[in-house]
């Protein structure tokens, strides 16, 4: 039977008969959702009686589409990167807090093993406590209510178990957590201190040495503190508070209706005491903190307060800062012995209540001797036990700002890395500045260098003179990139500074400070400091060419290189010291060395040999001397003599060029010399 051909109003698609569908039609092309079709009715203007195989088709091909679109928002929506995305949003838009707290449970999750064991431990003992009440509130049903000695004996028994297993694990508990506190407070540690020395110098301009100690002592045992005892607290008194909590539900259900009304009630007074007690307990910090600064500065610059005689003004400061910081102890002392007597008042009045209903309960038959007894040893679990939680969150709460400090300073990024960058293979040492303009970071608004330029090549020595404050040790500061640059470059060997890898830059060049500095240790470690290997022959040059053959003298130095010069070298005397630096620095055998006032400490047969094995050095060797000079001797052997004023180079030459011409640098010579040229 033949049938005209129709058009159907979803389907473009023309129909011979209804066994033949034709082409399948593209599901690109027409998507048909169920909710869009009427329903089925012999009124149906959609759907026609004699064509129903045609239309059971179209709507099988409008359900296949609408389930392939559904199938591609599935696969949008739960993508793994979609998924991931999510998740990152979702971490980002966590307090600083929560950050905070997950990065302390990061360091817990790293010793695995470890933290498994003591939390094994742990909860052996709150499970050995919770067990106690129950064996007690047995024993005196034994004894009391049923007079069987037999019962009794056996719950005895059971109950020294307990009490034996309860022991033993809290000493593995208190062990494991103070070896994971250890290993915490190590990581913590070398953490902070590697990042503090990748520091640029302008980090330590910011920062004040008491308040990196502080960091790296306070701030850490708080940490440390923070990540073993008060997490392992807070779990036990979870522990406990749930625990105990669930044995009370098999009591008596109007003891629990008096514990569910009394709890809040006591939390809210609790809370109340905790905050006025905290702003008391800040206030004593910042007051501790401002009597230990003045304390570490007084012993910082002990020899200011000694030329001064300053002794009894520092004594009458101290005396004051004392007695302030007694005076908010006392405070302290007093706003918490206060919370804990209204706590304790509270708990008793509790147990009181209870004592009380339990009686008359015991009257009336509801409950046993053994179990009221066990009732109260399990309520004073469930309040000491709210108390604790709410004193450990607190103390937490109080914690996380400060480990949110250390790990600031941990993570803090550097301005100049530590490491990385080019190493030349043919270093010469040639130095230029090309309109460099610099000033402090802590001093924005203070232009130190002002559009310095200037060229030393490979071998020469250069000397930088003027008055203080003009720029001369900023220069040296940016030749060994303590600071970069606001404008301008500074090259070596043609090769800006930044592009340079850091580790080895300070490996080219000797750098002899103006105040020579030395570490605790011996003589051999102080001028073999920073090097990886070194030979004792290299040693012994370095030691003859810095004229510093005093280390062996028998009776000084019985013990030679390995002497012991004490804290910062104090015992040698300036002139020493200052040989030592200038050992430690010739033993590199550095391309380019850097003087600051080198000579500045030495006597004038000392500062005469010193300077001829200098002089001889540049001319064998070829190093790129740049000095810096108040004494003006010192430096006329110098090619180059840079005069620096208020941040620019207002002459330079030679000794001669500069004193034959009516210079700045001649009127420094006239005035130190007392002569006339």
């Known amino acids: 039977m033949s049938v005209e051909p129709h058009h159907h109003p979803n389907n473009d698609v023309i129909r011979k008969n209804s066994f033949d569908v034709g082409p399948t039609p593209e599901p690109t092309k027409r998507h048909i959702s169920l909710p869009d079709l009427p329903p089925e009715s012999d009124n149906s203007p959609l759907i026609e ?28 929506t739960y993508s793994p990167g979609i998924l991931y995305a999510k998740l990152k949003n979702k971490i980002a838009g966590i307090t600083k807090a929560q950050k905070t707290m997950i990065r302390l449970l990061s360091y817990i999750a790293d010793e695995r093993k470890l933290t498994l064991y003591a ?26 209510t049923d007079k069987d000695w037999e019962k009794a004996k056996n719950q005895s028994i059971l109950f020294v178990i307990t009490a034996t297993v309860y022991s033993i694990a809290e000493f593995f508990w208190g062990h494991l957590f103070h070896l994971l506190s250890s290993k915490i407070t190590l990581n913590l540690k070398i953490e902070m201190y590697s990042s503090m020395l990748k520091r640029e110098v302008e980090f330590y301009d910011r920062k004040k040495l008491n308040q990196l100690l502080h ?62 007690s905290e702003r008391v307990r800040e206030t004593l ?54 919370n804990a007597a209204i ?41 000491m036990g709210f108390k604790d939680f709410t004193n450990s969150y607190l103390s937490i709460k109080e914690s996380l700002p400060v480990c949110e400090k250390v790990f600031e300073l941990i993570d803090e990024p550097g301005k100049i890395p530590h490491k990385g960058g080019k190493q030349l293979s043919n270093f010469t040492g040639k130095i230029e500045l090309k309109n460099v303009v610099f000033h402090y970071p802590v001093s924005p608004h203070i232009r130190v260098l002002n559009n310095v330029s200037l060229t030393i090549n490979p071998g ?69 400091y920073g090097l990886d290997s070194y030979t004792p022959e290299k040693v012994l040059e370095a030691i003859r060419m810095a004229n510093a053959e005093f280390i062996f003298n028998q009776e000084l130095f019985p013990e030679g290189l390995k002497t012991q010069i004490g804290e910062k070298g104090g015992r040698l005397s300036g002139g020493q010291k200052q040989r030592l630096a200038i050992a430690r620095a010739l033993v590199r055998d550095p391309k380019i060395l850097i003087l600051d006032e080198a000579t500045s400490n030495l006597d004038a047969n000392s500062e005469f040999e010193v300077q001829k094995a200098i002089d001889a050095l540049i001319k064998d060797a070829k190093i790129t001397t740049v000095t810096i000079a108040h004494r003006l001797a010192t430096i006329v052997n110098c090619k180059t003599i840079y005069v620096v004023k208020e941040g620019e180079i207002i002459e330079q030459g030679s000794h001669r060029e500069l004193v034959a011409q009516n210079t700045a640098y001649r009127t420094l010579v006239e005035r130190q010399l007392n002569v006339k040229h």
């Not at 064509?51 to 589409?65: F, S």
Request: proline residues 1%.
């Open 49 to 76: 009686k004699d064509h129903k195989g045609a239309d059971k088709i179209g709507l099988l091909h409008g359900l296949k589409n609408n389930m392939s679109v559904k199938m591609t928002k599935i696969q949008n």
């Open 119 to 144: 939390y094994t431990a742990l909860l052996c003992v709150s499970f050995a406590q919770t067990r106690m009440p129950i064996l007690i509130s047995h024993m005196i049903d034994a004894v009391v």
């Open 215 to 276: 960091h790296m002592n306070g701030d850490i045992n708080v940490a440390k503190s923070l990540c073993t005892g008060k997490f392992s607290s807070i779990g036990r008194n979870l522990i406990q508070l749930c625990s105990s909590a669930w044995m009370l539900t098999t009591v008596s259900y109007k003891l629990i209706m008096f514990l569910i009304i009394i709890v809040p009630i006591h939390f809210l007074i609790f809370k109340g005491c905790s905050i006025l």
């Open 285 to 338: 910090r910042n007051s501790t903190k401002t009597t230990e600064n003045r304390v570490l500065e007084t012993f910082q610059n002990i020899r200011i307060v000694k030329a001064f005689s300053s002794e009894d003004y520092e004594m009458d400061t101290y005396d004051n800062l004392l007695s302030t910081n007694m005076l908010h102890n006392q405070k302290n002392s007093l706003v918490g012995s206060t």
């Open 343 to 383: 706590n304790t008042f509270v708990t008793n009045l509790t147990l009181l209540c209870i004592v009380y209903i339990g009686m008359n309960l015991v009257s009336s038959g509801e409950v046993s001797t053994g179990t009221l007894s066990g009732f109260l040893l399990y309520s004073m679990g469930v309040t």
């Open 460 to 528: 020469e020595s250069a000397a930088f003179v003027g008055m203080s404050g003009g720029g001369k040790s900023t220069i040296i500061s940016i030749l060994l990139r303590f600071y970069d640059v606001e404008s301008g470059e500074v090259t070596l060997d043609g090769t800006r500074i930044q592009e340079l890898d850091l580790y080895w830059l300070h490996h080219q060049i000797g750098y002899v400070s103006q105040d020579p500095i030395l570490f605790t240790g011996t003589i051999e470690e102080n001028i073999t």
